[in-house]
């Protein structure tokens, strides 16, 4: 019986794998003679190692991360939509300023205000003309000796001038006032020194006046009047240029004086027949 019991200890012993050091050394000689070992690695390195779904997962979720950033910074503010939503349509436009109307004007206006832009339309007219004829001489002017005076009388309507050229360097004096300040008009101005300017001589006399009687006008036309007849005095050969142009001549117009009936000169009462 012990014989028959032994054979099957030795056969599970032959069968049953070596514990301990053993196993070690069937292990190494395996290896050492070719066999290959085991490809499974173990659990522990098979989850650390990531895999390729999680790889593509994570790569998906950036993607959304910066879709959704993107998204975020493209919406404008609210703020920003608030103001647009206040500003009136408009609003930038300058506005338009509206003149009020003018009154309407009656009749006697009507025909002041014609009368003053007809009335400063030839002032104006006149003076452009006087311009483009007083072009100095092409002659230079006459030699004077010093301390001489030149006098003369200019008229014009009720004015008289009485003027008097020395030898200077171009004052005009006017009633001891100057040319400027007694005439503040271009317009009379001009005409005062016309004479001069057309003779070559402005710059060369100074020139003084008295004048009295009429108007502004009047005594403007007085003023050239008198100087162009002192200049014959000082140079006769100016005679025949300065008549030319009209500087010479007496102008005798004056108002014609009122009639008795009359309203002026010619207007008549309004006639009423009832």
Do not use: C, W
């Not at 503010?77 to 009656?106: C, F, M, R």
Request: charged content about 35%.
């Amino acid at each position: 019986m012990a014989d028959e019991n032994t054979p099957d200890e030795t056969t599970e012993e032959q069968t049953a794998p070596p514990v301990g050091p053993a196993a070690e050394e069937d292990t190494s000689s395996s290896q050492a003679a070719g066999e290959s070992p085991d490809p499974t690695p173990p659990a522990e390195a098979a989850a650390e190692e990531p895999t390729a779904e999680s790889t593509e997962a994570s790569a998906t979720e950036e993607v959304v991360e910066v879709e959704v950033e993107v998204e975020v910074e493209e919406k404008p503010e609210p703020a920003a939509e608030e103001k647009k939503k206040d500003v009136i349509p408009g609003a930038d436009l300058e506005p338009i300023a509206v003149e009020p109307e003018a009154p309407e004007l009656s009749a006697e206006e009507r025909a002041r205000l014609e009368a003053e832009e007809e009335e400063r339309a030839s002032r104006e007219a006149a003076l452009a003309a006087a311009e483009a004829e007083s072009e100095t001489a092409s002659r230079a002017p006459a030699k004077m000796e010093s301390g001489s005076r030149y006098l003369a009388t200019g008229k014009r309507k009720r004015s008289i001038a009485r003027v008097t050229l020395v030898p200077g360097d171009g004052k005009f004096e006017i009633n001891k006032r100057s040319l400027e300040e007694f005439f503040p008009r271009p317009l009379h101005q001009t005409m005062a020194r016309q004479p001069l300017a057309v003779s070559g001589y402005e710059g060369n006399v100074d020139v003084r006046v008295r004048v009295h009687g009429g108007g502004v006008s009047g005594q403007a036309g007085a003023v050239r009047h008198g100087v162009a007849r002192a200049l014959t005095e000082i140079d006769t050969e100016l005679r025949g240029d300065l008549k030319r142009r009209g500087y010479l001549t007496r102008d005798a117009r004056v108002k014609e004086r009122r009639k008795a009936g009359f309203k002026k000169a010619r207007k008549k009462p309004q006639f009423s027949k009832r």
